[in-house]
Each structure stands twice: as C-alpha cells, then as structure tokens.
C-alpha cells in the first residue's frame, strides 16, 4: 500500500514530547487521510463538548495523493473543533506546505496541549523539534520574512483567539474558515515550519504518468480550470453570479446590481490590479493573483474575499477591498467571516440595535486591526455576528451554526440553500458545492430553482467533496475530472483498488462521523436551518420572487441520509458505515 | 506663581488630533497636580460608571515640583478609572520620565479615545506627535532596546488588557497597580516617548537652594533613608516585617518564618545578587537596585515585589523570585496582584474549588506569559483574585476593592488595616502608609495592635500622601522630612504660600473627591473592609492572637471624615471642601 508511510506524530506543547506513532492500513483505507483522516484521529482526542479554546486537538494531516505529480493534489489539511462554530470542523490549504510536509515523511501530525511560551514547530526528515520564538505579535508578513523556511503561522487574529482568526501559509494560501488560527493561538503555537525531500512512493508509475497526462490535458480543455479560472482566477464568477441575481449586497439585504459588481470583477481586477498568477504545487490552473495596488504588492483577493470584503459591506472600490484582503491575511482573519461580520454590526448599526458603537465608522481598515486585537468596538466582533446577535437578541447573524455564509444568496439556487444549511461545519460552500450542478452544469445542469431531487444531489455532493477532502484534491480540479480519475489516482499511487462507489461509501463514512460528533456537540435540527432573512423572497434580480420550502428539503434530506427526523443518524446507519462508538 | 506652566494637552486618539490649553490657576492651587490635578480633570471627561476598558481617559500630569532640584521630586503620575477596581485611581512613578515632561513644557496631558493602530505619542518642546509603531507585541525591554529617547511603555499584559497590567519606563520605573497599562491598550497606545530642556522657573532660587541643602542633610541622616534604603533598598523591610509577624506567606494564610524570609531579605539580595544602585532623578536616596542572576542583568526586585512573588506564592528561592520580577516588567504586569492572584489560585486548587485549571502548576515563570496573554488558565489569572472568587463563588481573594493587598499582614497593625480597608484605590498601602507611625516611629510611634487614635490618624496620613502625590514627592523622602519642609519647597518654587494646613486641606480636597467619584461609581460602605480571612487571628508568630474590630474603627473613621455611617460624603463636608458637584 504505496502513498502512505502511516507516520503519525504525537506532539504535546505542554510537555514538549512528540511521540511518533502509526496509523494502521484499516483507518487509511477507511478515511483516506487529509479531512477524513483528521475527523477520525480527532474523535479518540477530544470530547466533543470540550471548549474548543481551552481542551482542543488539531490533526494536521497530508493524504496519499498529497506530494505526487497529479495536478491539484498539493493540498493540506487540518482540523480540530471549531471556535466560531462548536463543531468538527476542517480546512484545507493549498500552495506547497502540504508537499514538504508529506515529503518530511509524515501522514499527520496531533498537536494537543499548551505550550507556556510561543513556539514554532519545526518538522523535517529529522524529526520534530519545538523551538520557542520572537514572533509572537507580529503580522504573518513579517513571519514569513523571517522566517527561511516553508512556514504555517498565525497573526495577530489567531494569538489573541479571534474565533474566525486563520492560518496562513505560503504568504496567503490560508486555512480560512472556522477558527483553526484562534486554536493555535490558544496553544501559544505560533506557526509550524516544513522542510522535506523524500519521494512520496508509488505503485505504478507508469499508469500514474499517464492518468496525470489525461487529467492534464481534461484540465486544460474544460472551460471553468483552463478560460475563467487559468485567466481571472477566482474572481470570475463575479460577473456570472451578479447576472443570476446572487451577488449579495450589504448582508444579503439585496443583491448587487451589474454595474456595481463589475467594479469588483475578475476582468476589472485583471486589467487595473492583477500583476502574475501563481499556482500551488504541482496543478497547471494556477489561479492564484498576484496583484498591486498605490504601489503595495500582495495576494488575492479571492472571489470569496472581493465579495465578502466587498459587496457584502457595500463597498465597491476595488483598491480598497484588494487593501483589506491584505490586511486580513497580515492579521490572520478569515475574509468571508470578517465581511460578514462586519456587515452584520454594520446593519445593527443602521437600524439602532447596537448603539455603543465607538469607533464603528466608515473606515473598515483600522476596524481590522481592532478586531485582530479584540480593541474598543473590536471586542465584540471578534466574537463573530453569531455571538454579537445573540447579545442584542436580533436576526441579523447571516450564518449556519455561526458560520458566516459566503458569496451565493441562497435564495437563487435551492440545492446550494440546502447544503448550506446542512454543511456539517456551518455555512459553508464547499461541503457541497452544488453551483457546479445547479449553475455551470457540471457534471449535468439542474433547475436551480426546483427542489425536488436536490437532496439526494446534496448528499452525493457531500460524499464526493468528502473524499476529495481526504485525498487531498482541489475542488477546481473537479470541474475537469469525472470521479473516475481519482479511482485511477488512487489505484496507480497505492496499489488498491478504490471503486467510485467505494469513495463514495468512504466519503459517506466520514460525513456520518462529523455528524455523529456534531450531535454529540449538542446540535440539533433547528441548526440545520437557514437565517430567517432568507424566508423572505429577494425583491429585485433573476434571483427574485423565489423562496425554498427548506423544512420539506430537510425532510427529504434526512431521510436519504439515513437519519430520523432530528437529524441524527440512526443506529442502522452508523453501523452499515462502520463508525465507531465514541 | 512659578512651577507651574499651566500647560495642558488634549490628545484625541481617535481623531488624531490634539489641542492645547491651559489649567487655571485656582485648580492648580486647590489640587496642585500630579494625582490631585489628574482626578480633577478626570471627573470633567468621564462618567464615574463607565466601563474603564471602552470609554476610560487616561490624564498623565507632573506637579509643581517636579523637574526642581528637591530631592525626591523626580515623580510622575497618572490616573484613570482603574479596570482592577473600577475606582478612580492613580499611580506614580520614579525615575527621569517626569522630569523630561515638565521640561518639555507640559504640566498635564488628557488622553482619550482610541487609535485605530498602535500608536506611540511623542512630546517635545515642539509640541506632540503620534506615530504608528511596530512594537506592539513585544515585551517593554525590546521597546526600551528600540526606542532612543526616554520612554513609558506597555507590555503585553497592557496590550491584552490584563485588569492589573502596568506602565513602564526606563525599564523598570513602573506605573505598577490599577492596571492603567490596560487602559493604554484599550486605546491602542503602545507608548510615549519624551524629551525636554525647558528649566523649571523658581521664584526664589536662593531659598530653594538653601531647603535643598537642609533636606539633603535629614535625608543623609535618618536611618530609614541613608541606612536602610541607600544601602539594601527597599528589600530591607523583609527581616523587619518578618519580626513583627506581619511577612504573610501563602495568600495570608500564615506567615513566613525568619528562616524562610532571610532567603528574600535584602540583606540575602545584596550578598548575592545586587550589583549596584541607581536613583531616580534628583534623588541622593538611590533605593533602586541593579541585579544579577545567571548571567542576566535586570533591576529589582523591591519589597512588595520579592514579597509578592516569593512569599505570599509560598517561593523562597531568591533567584526564582527574581527571574519572575523580571518577568513582570517585560510583560508589563503589577507585581503585587499578579502575585496575589496566583497566590489566590494556588489556594483555590489545594482546596479544590477550581479544579479545570489545565497547565497551572509549579512552573510559574510560563504562568506569568499565559497571564499577559490571556492564554489557557491564563485568561482567568488575567482578571484578577476578585472576579475569580466570585466566578467560583469563594472567599480566598485578599483584596480591597478587587485591588489584592500588599505585603503586610493588617493583623499586625490597626491603623495600616484601617487606611487599606479604606484606601480609594483599594488594598493599598501607598495612600496611608502607617507603618511609619505604627512601626518605624515617624513622626512618632503608636501602639500597633492598638485601634483608638487610629482613625484619625489614617485621615492625616491619607492627607499627607494626596497631597505629596500631588506635588509629587516620593514618600521616602518623607521619612526624613518633617511636613513644614513640603510648605517650604512650595513656597519657595511658586512664590505661593501654603502651610502645613493648607497642604492638608488640599490634601483631604483631593481625598474627598475621590471617594465622591467612588460613591457615584456604586462603591459603598461594605467596600470598606477587610476579605473575612483577617476576622481570624494569625497561629504563630508576634502578631498572632489578634484581630481589629473594623467596623467600629470604620464608623469612628466616617465620623471624622465628615462622611455619614454609610460612607458618603455629607454635603456640608463637599461644600466646605469646595468640591464640584459632577
């Protein structure tokens, strides 16, 4: 069984011990590595009722895919219970640490415990070693200046354990969402160095060469990998999910109307502000921006980002959103959760319920230094719009489970709402990404606007980003690749044979386990709901005029799972997928 | 009227604006300045019920004899409503800051507001600056390294808003209790920086010159200052107070034995790790002391803090205790509460009332970072005894006013158990310091364990300090100068004359409104005592068998206050004292 060395180390800050230990072939096979992998090693760690600021774990983890030749498989993984939410959650890097990391020899390592000083780890073909550092409060800039090697660091945001704080590699490829950074920080682990050369060994070559040829050559003729995202990046979409009504604007109060949105579009940011593109190990698409802007050099922003630092806050002067998306990745602060926090407050603000609002002005700049920091206004946001709603007991919190939704009005794509409200680390795209299905038709295009059928889509949508997640593959490949290739992946680089219902069966598999530990969190079907705003129709847009009958979808939903009513899932279910009792 | 200049700066960090102006001269002669002054224009800028860490004001002010030739005269204050206590309150320190700032032409400067990022201010003679700095996060030794001109600064522990974090300057000259080194980094102000050469103007130069020669002679000729503290520092209570069964151990529990003490005494200090000694500007006393250990040059500790951090933690290991001094400085934490917290949490886990206390062991040295930082166990450190008892609802805080005692047991004395019950700043010994009167004998010696006579002479000895807080004069130097020496200096400074009673009317002004501003915060009579533990007496040593019935020495102490018996202020004692209604 090629790809994976099954080298798990044990690192303990509050001790300073690391422990190497292996994972066995069963646990592999069963969840593949990366997300699946982490949820797994996490459930033997921690109770899910722990404080996730106080008693938490984090898995970092590579799959068998990670460090080969097969274009998008240089993505990295951690996970852990997420601050902002109170789930399990995950998120996955792109960029080359995950290379180095697997190529150090290592499949994953658990981080538990606190150290009493900042320290970084430092992981090579040696071993681990823990060193104390300097460079706590600094900005992850000045992190990566310092430091020489291929580095994981947290700014500001994750030190002072702001609960959407994230971590930063590479220079801006982050591990966005749910909070890991604020859990570094509150392990007084300021960031993680990675240097290694070991060949990731594999079963056939030869076949694998030529899958990777295919796969390449799929990725270069498919329209959204080789035009939209090879020439724009990300930002593509912007103009596209403007003319189906779903840009939101100003906390999903409304969408953004084409000329607003065309400030922040890709072809804008192509023309005024992009300088290269830059891809992560190993993928041809290179959707990465380097851009500039009054002379400053720096990274992004990402769709995600230009909407959420954006539109979402009603700003649509691209220098400024691109200064932002800067700043947020100086502080360590994920995009889509500090836009949408901030327009949160910002509506809070306009209709009088939070009054003692200090230093909440326009200039949203120094209000991200404030956050990073928990400073004056900052204190209160950096709690996430979740917390600060339930403060002053209003609807306004656009999230799932107190995630901040990201950049599709859920009212212009039922199954998009559904797995939204069903993503099992909040309100998140990419649990199930069903704009593929529901707005570029790939695999196959589905009535958006229909319900009926989504949520056996949502499920197999949920399953594959499942196992993608666990390979670890990126979801832009996914795009190009039908899911025979990562069969093939997986046959060529391992050795075993993994049919596309057996991925499917795993990806399964894993979404059951985070629920079952999401369940044991305490989570229940009213979490699986959308915010109230989205009850009502938008009044302008192609979008318009339309609402989903969610608790119906719900129904359906559940039942496909193989879960009752209350969203839990039922014994039968738990022992058909082999999901242990913890 | 000379030594005043009546300059007054108006900083607006929110605005980045600042405006000059000036103090009337009536003010200046009914409060002087330093502390006197800051509470005057404190109640003019903030609602005594505000939240000290959002919408606090910070005003830093020198007196009429600071910058002179006087020995002593090298103070300077600052006050604010205190994050610790939520009393007014107000702190100052030695050193050479004071000087510059008089010189560069100032008499007092208001902060308010807050900075979007981290500023330091900068005063000259050309007026006052703010810049943006890069040093937030590190401790103050990098700040001193980095910054060339003379230099307040916090540390970490301010930065994060710890409730007991300090200001300091020239490295270890600190603004120690109340925590106005959170209020500073609640406004995001990282330091300030100051130079000056403007002479102070003396109105009768020849008498000042004659007064200076005279005070030098008392001072070269008391016990207290040329033997005592010119020769060990203030460490040389240690021995003292351990004879006089008043050198508590283990959160009050006991006391420490003379065994244990001599390890901490300064006379251990000098043996084995004193280097030299350095004094503040104009000061011939020269208490301060360079030391050494392990190869690592610092300065300190002094009596309260060898106390705080050895003693009263149950730690009689002379170079531990000093190591944690450091400590405290490069964090920038009072030493006095973050020992008597940590003490407090010690007690709490052997009684085991707080038993999630992850990562609170032997080690304190990582404590004191987790503290500063507010990580793991340190979050809870961070808020001080009080709000930890009350979060575990028990009695083991020792404290007044949330503020945790200093290193006498009030056992041992019944006026010093008196003026820290009563204290406006709470558990203080530096408003009324009878273990002049009741131990060394200055002016005079009255019996310890005796309560009659004591509240009058707390009310004296709180004039005494408000008003030489306000000139400022270091209250060493007042055990070798008799009060008419302070009437002199003034005299001779100003041109203006004020007696001995004069002093004292500003005196008991200044003390009054102080305690106004307490009442309207919400503090009331039962404020005023003792934590329960001092109701039972001590088991060993010369103080034991003892304890002070408080309340009638507070009903006897409210009488001659001219408060009524629930500890306000009567208006007839606020009209007489001429003191603004706010």
Same sequence: chains 1, 2.
């Avoid at 066995?24 to 600021?53: C, F, Q, T």
């Avoid at 823990?130 to 460079?135: A, E, I, N, V």
């Avoid at 959760?337 to 949160?344: P, Q, V």
């Avoid at 197999?460 to 690749?481: H, P, T, V, W």
């Amino acid at each position: 069984m090629k790809g994976w060395w099954n080298e798990l180390a044990r690192v303990d800050l509050s001790s300073f011990e690391v422990r190497y230990d292996e994972v066995g072939e069963g646990l592999l096979k069963k969840y593949l590595g990366g997300r699946g992998l982490g949820a797994r090693l996490l459930i033997d760690e921690i109770d899910p009722r722990v404080d996730p600021l106080e008693d938490n774990v984090l898995v970092f983890s590579a799959g068998p895919l990670t460090g080969t030749t097969i274009p998008t498989s240089g993505r990295f993984s951690a996970s852990a219970k997420s601050p902002l939410t109170g789930t399990i959650t995950d998120s996955n890097v792109g960029g080359s640490f995950g290379k180095e990391f697997k190529r150090a020899g290592l499949d994953a390592m658990i981080v538990k415990g606190q150290a009493d000083e900042p320290v970084i780890i430092d992981i090579s073909e040696d071993g681990i070693k823990m060193f104390q550092t300097d460079l706590w409060g600094s900005k992850t800039g000045v992190c990566f200046d310092e430091i020489e090697k291929r580095s994981a660091v947290i700014g500001p945001a994750g030190e002072n354990e702001i609960r959407y704080a994230s971590i930063v590699t590479d220079g801006y490829r982050v591990f966005g969402r749910g909070g890991l950074g604020a859990v570094m920080g509150s392990k007084n682990l300021k960031g993680i160095t990675v240097e290694g050369s070991k060949k990731v060994d594999v079963n056939d070559q030869e076949k694998l060469k030529d899958y990777v040829k295919k796969a390449s050559s799929k990725i270069d003729s498919s329209p959204v990998t080789s035009r939209g995202l090879k020439k724009f990046g990300t930002p593509i979409l912007v103009n596209l999910i403007t003319w189906l009504g779903m840009f939101s604007k100003k906390n999903f109060r409304e969408c953004a109307d084409e000329e607003e949105a065309d400030e922040l579009s890709g072809e804008r940011m192509k023309e005024e502000i992009v300088e290269d593109h830059e891809g992560c190990y190993s993928c041809p698409i290179r959707c990465g921006l380097k851009t500039k802007i009054d002379g400053k050099e720096g990274k992004g922003p990402e769709y995600e980002s230009v909407w959420a630092l954006g539109s979402n806050i009603g700003l649509f002067d691209l220098d400024k959103v691109t200064e932002l998306n800067y700043r947020c990745n100086e502080m360590g602060l994920d995009t889509i959760s500090t836009g949408g926090t901030i327009a949160c407050a910002m509506e809070m603000k306009e209709e009088g319920i939070w009054d003692d609002m200090e230093g909440f002005g326009s200039d949203v700049t120094g209000l991200l230094y404030k956050i990073a920091h928990r400073k004056g206004v900052g204190k209160k946001l950096a709690e996430g719009s979740k917390r600060l709603c339930e403060e002053y007991d209003c609807e306004l919190s656009m999230t799932v489970k107190g995630m901040e939704l990201p950049a599709y009005d859920p009212r212009g794509a039922a199954g998009q709402a559904l797995s939204f409200a069903t993503s099992n680390r909040g309100g998140c795209h990419l649990r199930g990404y069903l704009i593929g299905e529901e707005i570029f038709g790939v695999p196959k295009l589905f009535d958006r606007f229909k319900t009926s059928g989504k949520p056996e889509l949502v499920k197999r949508a949920q399953e594959r980003n499942a196992y993608l997640d666990s390979l670890i593959m990126c979801k832009f490949g996914a795009f190009a690749l039908d899911e025979e290739f990562y069969s093939r992946f997986l046959r060529s680089v391992t050795g075993v044979d993994f049919t596309i219902s057996d991925l499917h069966g795993i990806g399964e598999r894993i979404y059951n386990l985070e629920r079952q530990f999401n369940v044991k969190a305490g989570f229940e079907r009213e979490d699986d709901l959308l915010p109230e705003r989205f009850e009502k129709p938008l009044k302008r847009g192609t979008s318009s005029d339309n609402v989903f009958d969610m608790e119906k979808m719900l129904d359906q939903y559940y039942d496909c799972m193989g879960w009752d009513q209350d969203g839990e899932p039922k014994k039968e279910t738990l022992e058909r997928l082999d999901i242990p009792n913890f």
